[in-house]
Structure formats: structure tokens, C-alpha cells
């Protein structure tokens, strides 16, 4: 009888007829399943990580088995005459990769002698083998003890056992171990690729070319991470699937939206399929997987490959990088290495000599004789991406991001070698707009949090979670951390994509202030920095000293980042330090249609609408633009005709100035101004007024503060991290600076300059 049977753990109960009785020994003849114990599972308890389309695997190495089908259940007859053990789901599975006898994956090792599956591969290539990694056995967990016999696929029992059951986490190629998995566990076991970047590292280091990028080596051949290595994709950075080049930050675990987080929120766990029903109730035009290859959401507004085609599915940005990166390495092997490659999908290994020079390599060229060996480190890593990229077939759903950034970062590598680089770079995107972009400070800050969690002071605009939460609940709270904010930060639907609603919005002053619009609401929950004119005065209070003197209770007080909604509200909002006997303006009103946030900037691209400025302002560059009756010389600088921006900047840096004149001689010790390192303020041991590297250190922080200080560094910062300031409100911004000028450096410090 067919060996599938094997797997399906049959008995049929025959009590009378001397027939029924011969044909029940011939069944109990059959070897019986490894695991008779094991507990069935209904649909929803098997786990599957398939590739999105199956393809024939190359002829020289075993591709992976696919993920296990679910055990039987026991369904009793309603007849007296016999019992029938059914098999939920069984036709599904037989129709399945997982099911398929006639698949490279299972009978690569058929003529072999003696013809088994080695302990390398068993483990995802034979029921037996999975067993056996399990320990469901009686064998050690986590290892592979024995070759195993041909003749087997994946099958219920594999899966179906108490040793899978339980298992929840895996350790991948890397190194790295992944827990709290759940039943994705079993799926991972073997979707997670056989190699890592960390070994395309440790391959060239053992070659001793870690400082020779260029250098070609007999001691270097292709690493190959294997085949459908989707967990590998979906962790991201987090376990290093990818050659990751250094000191380039790069996409850790993709979470999608919707609660749709595991391998069978996805797909099928006994046909392997997508399940696109699944995909269509939130991506539009969506009714076959090949529709999935259009899929792109408004988070992903950067032309990665640089066609110009911000429009098509990420799919095919990824599908245009690749041709991108072959195109750089084949420039790169012919023009540094002196030794063309060309590559063929279905042969092992995969890299040849491209003998004929015409970037292909024929049926003739694609034999291990031919193998391709003139590896340089610089070239291996590009050619790792490659593969570990096109080898899982559904990298654009399952970690689009991190496959962007590997592609990317391999041409960009190529490159930098070659003096007429095959690519052109220019217009291709790398990272996303900066609330979607993990790679950014705002949220890889919290990355390494020993707790997981994002703090609750962050929460509510460095977490995705962070702002549903505090629009429902009027706190912050802790929120486990993640790398971006995501579609449900802002939408509460993801049918309708209807939008949170903030109706108004409490600044760091108390102010409570509002838009008419309800969408730019929801950005000036985050956009209004943490602090405020009245909370650099509490400051001030409680250290209780002259303005001049220098107190060890005074410290910086940093009002953050990009508080533009602050800013738009001028006088009202008080986000920047307001002095005493000052008027200040309050909100910018700009012409109607043009005074929100969503009115100027595009909701997820995050750019500023220069097409709409220029209708008024004769330019798309914004920074030159001011008032046509505006004639007033704010700076001083005699030029009535540069942009608001220009005059701000003038004064800015005047500001900035005459704080190092005020640390060195009034408060006893220079200060210099590091824009990227905080706490920003630092003692200028070497007194040349610029910032060095050894002078960046925490023991080396400013500590001198007067309350004049304070106020007029609070100033100088608040602009220096909203760089739309000019176009926000910059009448306010250049009364905010002229007062601090003038209060740190007397009325001469002000004389050439107009307050608004």
C-alpha cells in the first residue's frame, strides 16, 4: 500500500467476517506511526510557514521540507458493522508541498547508499528526522542523533506529538534563540534558513580578509542560507538571517497589523495556502496571491529601487533591487575581480563562471565544474543578500524592510569599489518616512530597554500602541516596544481607516488648544515637545538664585523634538521660554486651507506640499520665502529680500554665540553645542568653540548653569529641533530668540535687530 498511509495512524476495528478480518491484518502489517500517542490537533493547532510558490528545488543540494500537516482524529461510524477512523484535513495535506512524494526535498538522497537522510538534513527532510530533533523519540532535544530512512514527507505525526506540542521557541543559524513563539515554533524549526550573516562574517575573518574587502581567496566559497527561510526574514535583525554591513541599523521583526502575527494568521496550516481572505479584508483588489504582489501601504511612501514608481507593490521594488544588485555584481566580478559571474536559480551552487560573457549562465555553464571561485569578501556578502532574498519567496509580506535594506546596502558596498559604479543609486530610498522608519533614533532608542518596554513617559509617541492608549485613557502607560508607529496608531479601522479622535489636546504648559481640523489634532498630541516656559520657571524657582549665579540645582532642561504644534500656537502654547513683560504672538494664522498640519505636510510621506506653496510663493524652495510687504530686516544683515528662514537662522547663531561668550566669562567655565548628543551642552575643555570627540562624554556635561543661561540655552535648542520653525510661526521664533539675545547679552547684543 502507499507509504502516506503510514503516517495516518489507521485501525480499523473488524469484528465478524472472515474478509474484513484479512484485510485488517494486512493494515496492522503497515509500520505504524512513530508517535501513536500523539494527540490530534484540529486545523487551528497546526502551524505552517510555507513559501508563497513552490518551485522545483536545484539539483545539487536539498531544498526544505514544508511544515507539517495536522494528526488524526478519530471519528466513530454510526455503523455497528465497523468503526472508521477519518483524518481531518487529509485530502488538504495530500495536495500539499508537505504531502508531495515526488518533491526534490524528499528523494534528493533516494540514490544514495545506503539511500538516507544524513543528520543534517533529516530534521525538516523526514518525519522521522523532525521527530528526532524534538526528542519525541526518547532521543536528546535540539539535535539530530542518526541519518534516517528515505520515503517519508512531512507528515502529522511529525507535528502531532507532545514534544511539539510544547515547544516554543527556537534557536536559529545565528545563534540567536527566539521564545515565547507558541505554535509558530514548530514551523520555524525548519523555516529559519541553514546559514546566517554572521557566518558570511566568520568566513571571511577565518580567511583573514576582514580589512582586505577586495582581496580574492580560495579560502571563500558561496554560503548558501537554504531555501524558504521565512522565520529568517520575519526576525529580521533580530537574528541576523541577512549579512548585515556594519554599523548600519537595519529592520528587526516585522508586526503587522491587525493581530496578524503568527505563521497561520497567514497561511493555511495544512495546504500551506495564503490565506488571502485574510489579506483582502484590509488590502484593497486583493482576491489571489498573485494580487498580494500589489499590495503597498501609505507607510511605504519612498522609491526604494529608484524607477521613480512609488505606486507599484513592494513586491516588485524588491524584485527591482534585485536585478539592481545582480547588475552591480556582475559589474563588480568583471571590472575588479577580472572574472564574470552569472547565476542559475536551479543549480547548486547557484554562482558560475559566466564563460561566454553574456549574464547568464546556460544549462552548459551551470555545472559544479564551473562553480564560480573568485570570491572576494565584498562580493560574497552581495551575493549571500542575493540568494537569502530571492530564496524566500514571500520576503516582500513576510519582512519586506529588512530585505530592502540588505539589497540596498549590497549595491551601495559594490559601489564604493568600483570607479563607474553600474547602479545608480541617487534615487533610491533606503529608509522610510520618520514614523515608519525603525532605523531612527525615536524608537531604536528603546530597543535595547532590559524590560522590553517602551517607558511610560515615551509611550505615547515612541510606541505604536502608546498614543490608542492614551486617547482612550488619558494616562501613559509602559507599552511593549516597537519599531515604528503603525497603521492602528492613528486609525482605529483598518477596513475604513477611520481616524482616532482627539477633539483637543493638552500641551506641556497646561494650555489645552485645538485645530478645527480633528487630523492635525491627532498630530500635536505628539508634535508639542515635554516642556515648557512654565516648567523651566519651577526649575528656576526651586533652585532659588539671582539670574547670574551658578547653581548645582539648575540642569538643561531639553524641550524635545520637532514641536512644531507648539510652535504654530505661538504665545498660547508657551513651548519655547516666554520672558516676563514680553508679548508674544499666538497661533500663526496662515491662510485658511493652509494652516493645519494635514494641509501642509502629506499624513504619512511626511513631505511639505512645496507644489502648494509655489502657487503663492513663486517657489518650491520654502526656506526663501517671506512676505510680500515684509521688508523689515530682522537680523540686521542689511538683506530685506532672503527667506524668514535665512533671518532666523541669522539671529539663531547669534544666540548661539553669545551663550559661549556668557559660559566662559559669566558663568566661569566654556559651553559648546553638540546638536546630535545629548544633553547636547558640554564644557569646551580646549576653548576653540567647537565641539571634539573627546569632550562628548557624560562627565564632561555642562554644569554651570545660571538661570539666564538656562532660559537662553532652553531657547536656542527649542529652535535648533524644529527646523520648520520659519514656516510654523516664525514671527514668534524670532521674538523668542531676540529676548533671549538680548537677556544674555545686553541691549547691545540687539541693537542691528527688529523684534516682531
Known amino acids: 500500500m502507499n507509504r502516506r498511509y503510514y503516517v495516518l495512524g489507521v485501525f480499523l476495528v473488524v469484528i465478524g467476517l472472515l ?28 502551524t505552517a510557514e510555507p513559501a508563497e510558490e513552490p518551485t522545483a528545488a536545484p539539483t545539487e543540494e536539498a531544498a526544505p521540507a514544508e511544515e507539517a500537516p495536522a494528526a488524526t482524529e478519530a471519528a466513530e461510524d454510526a455503523s455497528m458493522s465497523e468503526h472508521v477512523i477519518e483524518t481531518p484535513f487529509l485530502n488538504v495535506w495530500l495536495n500539499s508541498p508537505h504531502a ?6 524528499f528523494n534528493h538522497w533516494n540514490e544514495d547508499d545506503p539511500p538516507v537522510v544524513p543528520e543534517t538534513c533529516a530534521r525538516c527532510h523526514s518525519t522521522p528526522g523532525y521527530q528526532d530533533y524534538l526528542g519525541a523519540d526518547g532521543s536528546e532535544a535540539g539535535v539530530v542523533n542518526q541519518s534516517h530512512p528515505t520515503g517519508t514527507t512531512v507528515e502529522c505525526v511529525a507535528c502531532h506529538n507532545d514534544a511539539a506540542s510544547q515547544l516554543t521557541s527556537v534557536t536559529f543559524p545565528s545563534g540567536i534563540e527566539i521564545t515565547d513563539l507558541g505554535k509558530s515554533a514548530r514551523c520555524m524549526v525548519c523555516h529559519q534558513g541553514r546559514a546566517s550573516g554572521l557566518d558570511v562574517t566568520a568566513a571571511v575573518e577565518e580567511a583573514g580578509l576582514a580589512e582586505h574587502p577586495d582581496a580574492k581567496s580560495e579560502d571563500l566559497g558561496f554560503i548558501n542560507i537554504h531555501y524558504y527561510a521565512a522565520a529568517a526574514s520575519l526576525y529580521g535583525s533580530e537574528t541576523h538571517g541577512g549579512f548585515q554591513y556594519p554599523d548600519l541599523p537595519y529592520q528587526p521583526k516585522f508586526n503587522h497589523a491587525g493581530g496578524i502575527d503568527s ?84 543549480s547548486y551552487p547557484y554562482f558560475f563562471v559566466d564563460t561566454n560573457e553574456d549574464g547568464e549562465a546556460s544549462d552548459d555553464e551551470a555545472i559544479r565544474d564551473n562553480a564560480y571561485k573568485a570570491w572576494t569578501p565584498r562580493l560574497l556578502e552581495a551575493a549571500y543578500n542575493y540568494q537569502t532574498s530571492l530564496k524566500d519567496p514571500g520576503a516582500f509580506a513576510h519582512n519586506a524592510k529588512y530585505h530592502i535594506e540588505l539589497l540596498h546596502d549590497s549595491i551601495q558596498s559594490l559601489n564604493e569599489a568600483m570607479a563607474n559604479p553600474a547602479v545608480d543609486m541617487s534615487m533610491a530610498a533606503r529608509d522610510d518616512a520618520g514614523h515608519f522608519n525603525p532605523n531612527v533614533e525615536a524608537f531604536m532608542h528603546f530597543q535595547e530597554e532590559e524590560d522590553g518596554n517602551t517607558p511610560a513617559d515615551c509611550a505615547k509617541c515612541h510606541n505604536a500602541d502608546g498614543l490608542p492608549f492614551f486617547l482612550e485613557n488619558g494616562v501613559n502607560i509602559k507599552q511593549k516596544v516597537t519599531d515604528s508607529l503603525a497603521c492602528t496608531t492613528c486609525h482605529s479601522d483598518l477596513q475604513e481607516f477611520t481616524l482616532r479622535e482627539s477633539p483637543e489636546v493638552q500641551f506641556p504648559s497646561g494650555a489645552t488648544l485645538s485645530f478645527d481640523d480633528p487630523k492635525s489634532n491627532l498630530c500635536l498630541n505628539c508634535h508639542q515637545g515635554r516642556e515648557s516656559t512654565f516648567s523651566v520657571n519651577a526649575a528656576i524657582i526651586r533652585a532659588k538664585v539671582g539670574d547670574d549665579d551658578v547653581s548645582d540645582a539648575l540642569r538643561f532642561l531639553n524641550p524635545h523634538y520637532f514641536a512644531a504644534g507648539a510652535t504654530v500656537f505661538g504665545g498660547e502654547a508657551s513651548g519655547a521660554y516666554q520672558y516676563d513683560g514680553k508679548e508674544y504672538v499666538g497661533r500663526n494664522e496662515h491662510r485658511k486651507s493652509f494652516d493645519t498640519c494635514v494641509e501642509c505636510h502629506t499624513a504619512h510621506e511626511l513631505k511639505v506640499q512645496v ?80 565641539f571634539d570627540a573627546d569632550e562628548l562624554n557624560s562627565d564632561n556635561r555642562y554644569a554651570n548653569w545660571t538661570p539666564t543661561l538656562l532660559r537662553a540655552a532652553y531657547n536656542y535648542q527649542y529652535v535648533a529641533k524644529d527646523p520648520g520653525a520659519f514656516a510654523h510661526n516664525g514671527k514668534y521664533i524670532l521674538q523668542v530668540l531676540y529676548d533671549s539675545l538680548e537677556a544674555i547679552g545686553g541691549s547691545e547684543a540687539v541693537a542691528n535687530l527688529t523684534r516682531p
Not at 485488517?24 to 501513536?36: G, I, K, L
Not at 510687504?629 to 554665540?657: C, K, P, R, S, Y
Open 611 to 690: 507644489q502648494e506653496c509655489a502657487e503663492c510663493h513663486d517657489t518650491e524652495d520654502v526656506t526663501q520665502i517671506r512676505d510680500e510687504d515684509d521688508v523689515t530686516d530682522w537680523d540686521g544683515d542689511g538683506d530685506v529680500t532672503e527667506g524668514l528662514a535665512g533671518e532666523i537662522a541669522t539671529v539663531h547663531e547669534m544666540l548661539g554665540a553669545a551663550i559661549q561668550t556668557y559660559g566662559a566669562d559669566v558663568a566661569g567655565a566654556p559651553i559648546v553645542y553638540a546638536p546630535q548628543n545629548y544633553p547636547y551642552w558640554y564644557v569646551d575643555v580646549n576653548k576653540n568653540g567647537e
Open 19 to 46: 474478509a474484513v478480518a484479512t484485510f485488517a491484518s494486512s493494515v496492522q502489517a503497515m509500520p505504524v506511526a512513530q508517535d501513536a500517542t500523539a494527540t490530534p490537533a484540529a486545523e487551528e493547532e497546526a
Open 263 to 346: 505563521c497561520t494568521d497567514c497561511h493555511q496550516p495544512h495546504s500551506l495556502e495564503v490565506k488571502v481572505e485574510v489579506c483582502a479584508t484590509c488590502h484593497d483588489g486583493v482576491a489571489s496571491v498573485e494580487d498580494l504582489h500589489d499590495v503597498r501601504m501609505q507607510g511605504s511612501l519612498r522609491d526604494y529601487d529608484g524607477d521613480g514608481d512609488i505606486e507599484e507593490g513592494i513586491y516588485y521594488e524588491l524584485d527591482g533591487l534585485r536585478t539592481n544588485l545582480m547588475t552591480a555584481m556582475q559589474a563588480y566580478a568583471s571590472s575588479v575581480n577580472e572574472s564574470p559571474i552569472a547565476y542559475n536559480s536551479a
Open 100 to 105: 508531495d512524494t515526488s518533491a526534490e526535498a
